[in-house]
């Protein structure tokens, strides 16, 4: 289901996210790829920039389902910290069922920049 939208005609990497807000709805989002590479967009903030677009601004937990179990990269980390410093992080991997772990995006990104 989250990876519904998945575009990745690139890198056949297919992500999904399914971000939590703190209203109790739940926001989508899928990597969005492009010819030039680095405009590819991940799954996680896909599902923020929907999130927060539709006016939400705070945020419990998100879960991240690939087929590796992928963690978040760097700059999705960063757009996370952003909006959510005590996020709840789950990675999940497609073929099986539940998170495969669970972090807090302090773990995973301590020392941030923030202004
Ligand atoms: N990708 C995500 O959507 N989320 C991640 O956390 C890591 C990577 C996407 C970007 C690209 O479309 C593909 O996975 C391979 O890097």
Redesign the pocket.
Known sequence: MARRGVY?P??K???G?ALLASSGKVYHG????NASYGL???????AFFNAVSAGERRFVAIA?V?DGA????GA?RQVMAEFAPKLRILVAEAKRRGPVRTFLLDELLPSRFSL
């Open positions: 990745a690139y890198s990497f297919r992500v996210a899928s990597n969005v790829e590819t967009v991940c799954a996680e903030r896909v991240v690939s992928a963690t978040p990269c999705c």
